[in-house]
Structure formats: C-alpha cells, structure tokens
C-alpha cells in the first residue's frame, strides 16, 4: 500500500511540473506576441509606407508611352482564333499594354 501512495505522489507531482511549464510557456507566449504587436506597428507599417511613397514617386517619373512595336514573328502566334470577342483579342486584353499580330490599336483620346 505504501509503494502505491509513494507512487501517486511522484505522479501527482510530475503532473503539477507539467502544467507549471505549460503555465511558463503561456507567460512566455503572451510576452512574445506583445513584441511581435509592437514590432509590427513601429517597423512593419512603416516599411510598407515608405515603400508605397518610393513607387508613387517612381510611378509619376515614369514615362507612360507605349513601346515601339516590333513586329516579331514568334510572338503573337494565333493558330486559332480565341473563343470570346472577335477573336483576336485576348481575354484579359490591355489596348494601351498588350499589341495585337498587327501592332496596338489606335484610339483618339
């Protein structure tokens, strides 16, 4: 009966040095996050932000012309016409990006 009783207790105490490290760990944990909130405000935010300036400065410089269409023969193959539109356009077709087997479309503005 005696050796039952001592192992209970070994057993009751290995229990409580489990949930005293799992009660550490939840201490440790809502320390961690607390950083992780602070660094994402005070570094995060602000790195997206003066990213967003660099390309809104970057887009303004940019000259916003057309390329020069080079009419090559590898590119532009159209084997079968596209089943939308006339046929010759692309699904997702940009007419100030994307050029067709001719060259890109004219629109007065």
């Not at 409580?16 to 602070?38: F, N």
């Not at 994402?40 to 990213?51: E, K, M, T």
Request: net charge positive.
């Amino acid at each position: 009966m005696a050796m039952i009783g001592r192992l209970s207790q070994k057993l009751l105490k290995s229990s409580a040095l489990i949930q005293s490290r799992q009660l550490s760990a939840a201490v440790h944990g809502e320390q961690a996050a607390k950083t992780w909130k602070i660094l994402s405000f005070v570094v995060a935010l602000p790195g997206v932000a003066v990213c967003m300036v660099n390309m809104y400065l970057r887009a303004q410089q940019h000259d916003h012309g057309q390329p020069e269409f080079v009419p090559y023969s590898h590119l532009r193959i159209r084997s079968k016409r596209f089943p939308w539109g006339d046929g010759n356009h692309s699904l997702f077709h940009n007419p100030h990006v994307n050029a067709l087997p001719d060259g890109f479309e004219h629109h007065d503005e």
